[in-house]
């Protein structure tokens, strides 16, 4: 069975930092790209930030570029999210995706990924 979940939320005052996890299994991890979402309630689920199969290359929304870091641990089935500099816009549940295929310039469409966790909540207080 297919299995992401997300950990790490928590509330932040504007200006801190949280560390988003992804654990994964019932797939080849090291075969996969992974991405992260969020959706603030009322709004679309926006992309984030996205990383290969080999932890190359990232790739960031310009709205958290500079302060957030995704990186891959292959050995660990684990994807990170480091979020800092912390802004109340920033407020959502934050989702990762996975799928083995991934058209690198569509990276943000949500409609590209096989399997999804069920999100974890990140608030920042102003």
């Known amino acids: 069975e297919v299995q992401l979940v997300e950990s790490g939320g928590g509330l932040v005052q504007a200006g801190g930092s949280l560390r988003l996890s992804c654990a994964t299994s019932?797939?080849?991890?090291?075969?996969?790209?992974i991405a992260w979402f969020r959706q603030a309630p009322g709004k679309e689920r926006e992309a984030v930030s996205y990383?290969?199969?080999?932890?190359?290359?990232?790739y960031y929304a310009d709205s958290v570029k500079g302060r957030f870091t995704i990186s891959k641990d292959n050995a660990k089935n684990t994807v990170y999210l480091q979020m800092n500099s912390l802004e109340p816009q920033d407020t959502a549940v934050y989702y990762c995706?996975?799928?083995?295929?991934?058209?690198?310039?569509?990276?943000?469409?949500?409609?590209?990924?096989?399997?999804w966790g069920q999100g974890t909540q990140v608030t920042v207080s102003s």
């Open positions: 019932g797939f080849d991890f090291a075969s996969y790209h």
């Open positions: 995706a996975a799928k083995s295929y991934v058209i690198t310039s569509a990276w943000s469409r949500p409609e590209q990924y096989a399997y």
């Open positions: 990383i290969r199969r080999r932890g190359t290359v990232p």
